[in-house]
Structure formats: structure tokens, C-alpha cells
Nanobody
Framework: QVLLVESGGGSVQAGGSLRLSCEAS????????MGWFRQAPGKGREAVAA???????SYADSVKGRFTISQNNAKNTLYLQMNSLKPEDSAMYYC??????????????????WGKGTLVTISS
């Protein structure tokens, strides 16, 4: 069973930065769509950023220019660098993985593996 473990969440003031990490283990597939999702209280889950096997990345409009997704394949780790944080970025952030080659909208809506999340709180 694939195991995804997030870390790096915390509480910062608006304008600050955080870097989330997601360590993957027992992942034996050759390809992967990896993504970061978030869910704020009372709201639905949304895809924040994703990266596919070719290194192509995509972002939600609300985080473009502020967040950067990256991965270190040697360390089996996914990152999300979050800058210029806003109170509306406050949410539980989840890492997810899927064996698909590309991160299509369908794949992002049906990711196979999920971490338990890390909490991000931004104060104004």
C-alpha cells in the first residue's frame, strides 16, 4: 500500500511563506501524477497544484505566481513552496498520488492515494 506523509504545515502571518513536503513510500509504479489539494472548513476540496511524470505542472488560479510545486525523485518527495500567503490559503493540505502519466482533470478528481494532511493557518 502506498504511503504518503505530509509535513511542513503551521501558522504564519499573511505575507509569509511555508514549504510543505510529502514523502512517498511503497510507490512502485513507473509513472505518477502527484498533487497538492486543500480543504478549508465548510468548503469542498480543491486541487492546488499538480505535477506529472514529465515534470509538467499546473496550478489553481488562486495560487499562480505564489505557489510552486516540485519533486525530488531521488528522495521520493513532493514539495509545495508557498509564498505571499493569504488568510484564504488557510486549510488542511493533502498530498495525493495516482499512477497516471498525466494530471488531467479526471485524474485529479480520482486520485488513488492520499496522505492524512497537514494544517496551514494564515493570520491577518
Amino acid at each position: 500500500q502506498v504511503l504518503l506523509v505530509e509535513s511542513g504545515g503551521g501558522s504564519v502571518q499573511a505575507g509569509g511563506s511555508l514549504r510543505l513536503s510529502c514523502e512517498a513510500s511503497r510507490y512502485t509504479y513507473r509513472s505518477a501524477c502527484m498533487g497538492w489539494f486543500r480543504q478549508a472548513p465548510g468548503k469542498g476540496r480543491e486541487a492546488v497544484a499538480a505535477i506529472d511524470s514529465d515534470g509538467n505542472s499546473s496550478y489553481a488560479d488562486s495560487v499562480k505566481g505564489r505557489f510552486t510545486i516540485s519533486q525530488n525523485n531521488a528522495k521520493n518527495t513532493l514539495y509545495l513552496q508557498m509564498n505571499s500567503l493569504k488568510p484564504e490559503d488557510s486549510a488542511m493540505y493533502y498530498c495525493a498520488a495516482d499512477p497516471s502519466v498525466f494530471c488531467t482533470d479526471y485524474v485529479l478528481s480520482h486520485m488513488d492515494y492520499w496522505g492524512k494532511g497537514t494544517l496551514v493557518t494564515i493570520s491577518s
